[in-house]
Nanobody, 122 residues
Framework: QVQLVESGGGSTQSGGSLRLSCAAS????????MAWFRQVPGKEREGVAA???????YYADSVKGRFTIFQDSAKKTLYLQLNSLKPEDTAMYYC????????????????WGQGTQVTVSS
């Protein structure tokens, strides 16, 4: 089992920045893929960014050039740096992990955190 705990959400104005963190514990050696997803009420959960075991990163088109996904050297903490935030980035952000995956497809992920809210005002 793997446990994921997110932190770092909050409120900011358009153009601002936030950094989200996801602390992983448990049987983390089994994990090859980690990712951030987001969801707003009434909409599907969507993939934002993912990173796989060899360090390759994948991004949704809507966040390319603004968001950066990275991990600490021990791969115990996943981060998402959010820059140039827009009101449409407002959502609950979830950390996810899987032993294998198609990087931004939510159905590939076994483990999920509880989510952290990001709110961007115009």
């Amino acid at each position: 089992q793997v446990q994921l705990v997110e932190s770092g959400g909050g409120s900011t104005q358009s153009g601002g920045s936030l950094r989200l963190s996801c602390a992983a514990s448990g049987y983390t050696v089994s994990i090859y893929c980690m990712a951030w997803f987001r969801q707003v009420p009434g909409k599907e959960r969507e993939g934002v960014a993912a990173i796989v075991g060899d360090g390759r990163a994948y991004y949704a088109d809507s966040v390319k050039g603004r968001f950066t996904i990275f991990q600490d050297s021990a791969k115990k903490t996943l981060y998402l740096q959010l820059n140039s935030l827009k009101p449409e980035d407002t959502a609950m952000y979830y950390c996810a992990a899987a032993p294998y995956c198609r990087p931004l497809e939510k159905n590939q992920y076994n483990y999920w955190g509880q989510g952290t809210q990001v709110t961007v005002s115009s």
